[in-house]
């Protein structure tokens, strides 16, 4: 499923709420389908507000795919290079004073088993995979 959005806050929730719906379709558990929303949403709007820098006019795209029981999320986006997956980890401790923030790259780390980044075009491709081990149901 390749869905064509603008580069608002709006379209990014579009994007999630069809990822819910594609994810209950596959009969992916409701708690996989919430991490996965969650790291869609913190991608999505990654791109909107640092890529495209919220300009309705320029366009991303997501899609979904659902093979072997594996769940893919492609975002894609003519936004300047940058490739979230060399961002370092973080841990946090108790006593961590640091502002709050910045901490999307590892909640999608959390909730994804593979992040995979490539320049391809003149795009960013960002790919977010979760290994189910779910047969998907066009089997």
């Not at 819910?20 to 949403?41: M, N, S, W, Y």
């Amino acid at each position: 499923m390749i869905l064509n959005l603008h580069a608002t806050p709006e379209e990014v929730m579009r994007a999630v709420e069809t990822l819910q719906e594609f994810g209950r379709q596959q009969k992916i558990p409701e708690r996989t389908i919430f991490g996965l929303a969650l790291a869609l949403e913190e991608c999505g709007s990654n791109v909107v507000n640092h890529a495209l820098k919220r300009d309705p006019q320029k366009t991303f795209q997501v899609t979904l795919d659902f093979t072997e029981g594996n769940l893919v999320i492609e975002l894609r986006d003519r936004g300047p290079e940058f490739d979230p997956t060399r961002a370092p980890v973080v841990e946090k401790s108790l006593d961590d004073d640091r502002p709050p923030g910045g901490w999307g790259i590892q909640l999608v780390r959390h909730y994804t088993d593979e992040m995979v980044y490539r320049r391809e075009n003149g795009e960013n491709v960002l790919r977010l995979s979760k290994k189910l081990g779910i047969p998907d149901s066009t089997d």
